[in-house]
């Protein structure tokens, strides 16, 4: 497993500063990402009735089919804008539709992921840069500075 170099080491405090920020974007992200699916099956709908029609003259779900693969198109870029900024803080994004994410931190001198994961009060877990969510180990003994 590759690791990312770290473009920015947090401490547990600053990584929960930044979680009001997270928590805003990942209900923007939601937010897009139902609208593409929505506009996505949408635009399939059309494409499998239509077929080749679809970009005819004649073809009266023509206006249709271009405003929503041009929202389809927005919304892609949008929710790559969304995803960009999340890693423009430092965080490294796991899965945004369950909301997890890792910053780096340091634990007893060791470069570790502090993780966090949606819904989660505040980052309570790390675990290893070559471990995953499933050998996240409580912060809660260790000396929150």
Same mark, same amino acid.
């Given at each position: 497993?590759?690791?990312?170099?770290?473009?920015?080491?947090?401490?547990?405090?600053?990584?929960?500063?930044?979680?009001?920020?997270?928590?805003?974007?990942?209900?923007?992200?939601?937010?897009?990402?139902?609208?593409?699916?929505?506009?996505?099956?949408?635009?399939?709908? %059309?494409?499998?009735?239509? #077929?080749?029609?679809? *970009?005819? @003259?004649?073809?009266?779900?023509?206006? =249709?089919?271009?405003?929503? $693969?041009?929202?389809?198109?927005?919304?892609?870029?949008?929710?790559?804008?969304?995803?960009?900024?999340?890693?423009?803080?430092?965080?490294?994004?796991?899965?945004?539709?369950?909301? %997890?994410?890792?910053?780096? #931190?340091?634990?007893? *001198?060791? @470069?570790?992921?502090?993780?966090?994961? =949606?819904?989660?009060?505040? $980052?309570?877990?790390?675990?290893?840069?070559?471990?995953?969510?499933?050998?996240?180990?409580?912060?809660?003994?260790?000396?929150?500075?």
């Amino acid at each position: 497993m590759r690791v990312e170099p770290p473009s920015k080491v947090f401490t547990v405090e600053q990584a929960d500063a930044l979680l009001p920020d997270l928590e805003q974007a990942f209900q923007e992200m939601d937010l897009r990402s139902t609208r593409l699916r929505e506009t996505t099956e949408l635009v399939q709908d %059309l494409e499998e009735y239509w #077929g080749n029609r679809i *970009g005819d @003259l004649g073809c009266p779900d023509r206006g =249709r089919y271009a405003t929503l $693969v041009r929202e389809r198109d927005d919304l892609q870029v949008s929710l790559s804008e969304d995803i960009a900024r999340v890693h423009a803080l430092g965080v490294l994004l796991k899965d945004f539709q369950s909301g %997890l994410v890792d910053f780096y #931190g340091i634990i007893d *001198g060791r @470069l570790v992921f502090l993780c966090w994961r =949606r819904g989660e009060p505040s $980052v309570e877990f790390y675990h290893t840069l070559e471990g995953g969510f499933a050998g996240r180990k409580p912060l809660a003994p260790l000396p929150r500075k």
